[in-house]
């Protein structure tokens, strides 16, 4: 049967007749309730495909009608909103790269020709740090604004957090988005949120005696990040499990969805980690989140449309096959993404998960970016999976370095491995040594050089960690001399 709309506006706030979708700010579920809105969560996948496709072609006339970015790049591959009938239809659609906005925005400074509303209604600007390149300008329409607090709000009660929690944001206040999302999904849920930042000196032994005195039920950053907490708690004689928090969501790297880190983090705190997040250009960013089932992230598909696809064709893989999201506004009137390339790596699923939501899902997070990969010796290597061989060991001290080199136009794999004081003495670091090089050439098919150093070496990081080295760029310009 149909989603009646009738219904859900009238017993939850949702107006899906209009687009952009009209919410009620006072609603909430029942506390004990599993869903926010069971009626598009749980919903026949056809049926709930009937309320995107009607999201997806109004989103589109909008970009076409306000976007000459857009409207451009359409012409030129013979689609416009009229050619989507159906949503396998999207897949003709040209896909945007983050080097199409930068380029966009250095052409049309500063939000580039692709900001659908004047620039009266923005009422956020956010954007990336330029670290890598240009940095890529977010203007955020105050309506929309309104919506990403109610889309972050829903994910957030799957993964189990209610409006009686106190909510401990350990993440940069800054141009990065995450942080202000986590903010204004919360306070649209209704909890108390204690957002106390990072990134100043001495700021992670606060926020863990703040965290002792304060008691708050959750906690939200970095799976590194909150690593790096624990291993300040014990300096401090303070057991990390006895801290309180009962939920620990992260996003901005791929460790909450690492098998092997995902138990340490639990054992560690004694919560459950729930592993969030997608791209900073696509907040509602949380469409990519775990239920507090934590079988993986459900692909919030009526908010933000996902099709996990083939890194070279682009179009969309089957159930069970790997690719990198490809993800599309349904709800952004300010500055729309559609079909824009994540980088990302992951594999999808429709099998069921115990919570009854119907959304697709990533079984296994993102496991890392495409551009991460390293190759060695012709074998494909993925940091994520030597964090999660390393995590899996007893007696490894928290943090490692990959080092890939070049001897003798032969790659050599270094991985830097710290062990726990419990292996000082030389006899257990032979063996720790032995059995991380072992379980390492099993995972990766190659032999590892392993070196171990000891705990508490290797420096910490209060935002995303950046692990790999590779120095082979500069054993060719060694090498091979001018030319």
């Keep these: 049967m149909p989603i009646d709309l009738a219904s859900l506006r009238r017993t939850r706030g949702i107006d899906l007749s209009v687009w952009p979708p009209r919410y009620d700010p006072a609603y909430l579920p029942a506390a004990d309730a599993e869903h926010w809105a069971p009626e598009l969560e749980c919903a026949t996948p056809a049926d709930r495909d009937a309320i995107v496709l009607d999201k997806l072609r109004r989103q589109v006339r909008w970009a ?20 989507l009938r159906t949503l396998a239809d999207l897949a003709r659609f040209p896909v945007v790269h983050k080097a199409d906005l930068r380029a966009a925005q250095a052409a049309h400074p500063p939000f580039g020709d692709y900001v659908c ?9 956010h ?20 919506r990403i607090g109610e889309a972050h709000a829903r994910i957030m009660w799957g993964a189990g957090l209610r409006p009686d929690d106190t909510i401990l944001i350990c993440s940069f206040f800054s141009l990065y988005l995450g942080s202000w999302g986590v903010l204004r999904g919360g306070e649209r849920l209704g909890a108390t949120m204690f957002p106390f930042g990072a990134g100043v000196p001495g700021q992670t032994l606060m926020a863990v005696q703040w ?14 990040y909150a690593l790096h907490c624990a291993e300040t708690a014990r300096r401090e004689g303070l057991n990390p499990g006895a801290l309180g928090f009962r939920t620990m969501f992260f996003s901005g790297e791929p460790g909450a969805g690492i098998p092997a880190t995902k138990r340490l983090i639990e054992a560690t705190f004694g919560a459950t980690c729930i592993d969030m997040g997608s791209m900073a250009e696509m907040t509602p960013w949380m469409t990519n989140g775990e239920c507090r089932h934590r079988t993986g992230m459900h692909l ?49 699923t429709d099998e069921a998960c115990p919570c009854g939501r119907t959304y697709p899902r990533l079984p296994l997070g993102l496991f890392g970016r495409l551009d991460d990969m390293i190759i060695v010796r012709g074998e494909n290597l993925y940091p994520s999976a030597i964090e999660d061989t390393l995590r899996a060991i007893a007696g490894f001290g928290g943090e490692f370095r990959v080092i890939v080199s070049r001897r003798e136009a032969m790659d050599e794999l270094l991985v830097r491995a710290e062990y726990a004081a419990t292996h000082a003495d030389a006899a257990a670091q032979a063996a ?52």
Excluded: N
């Excluded at 509303?117 to 600007?125: G, K, M, N, T, Y």
């Excluded at 000891?454 to 310009?477: C, I, M, N, W």
């Design 117 to 125: 509303v004047d620039r009266s209604e923005i009422a956020r600007i």
């Design 300 to 348: 919030w598909q009526d908010i933000v449309y996902t099709e996990v696809c083939d890194a070279e064709t682009f179009r969309p893989v089957p159930y069970g096959a790997e690719g990198t999201p490809v993800y599309t506004h349904l709800e952004r009137t300010s500055q729309p993404m559609i079909r824009l390339v994540s980088g990302d790596r992951t594999r999808w």
């Design 127 to 146: 954007g990336t740090s330029g670290t890598t390149g240009r940095p890529t300008a977010f203007a955020v329409g105050r309506d929309d604004w309104g």
């Design 64 to 83: 076409w009608e306000r976007s000459p970015l857009y409207r451009r790049r359409w012409e030129a591959a013979g689609v416009s909103p009229d050619t």
């Design 432 to 483: 720790l040594g032995a059995t991380m090089r072992e379980r390492l050439r099993a995972r990766l098919g190659i032999h590892p050089v392993v070196e171990l150093v000891p705990e508490g070496t290797l420096e910490r990081t209060e935002f995303k960690a950046r692990r790999v080295v590779d120095d082979r760029d500069l054993y060719r310009s060694l090498t091979d001399g001018p030319r």
């Design 211 to 224: 965290a002792a005195d304060v008691r708050p039920t959750a906690f939200y950053g970095t799976p590194s």
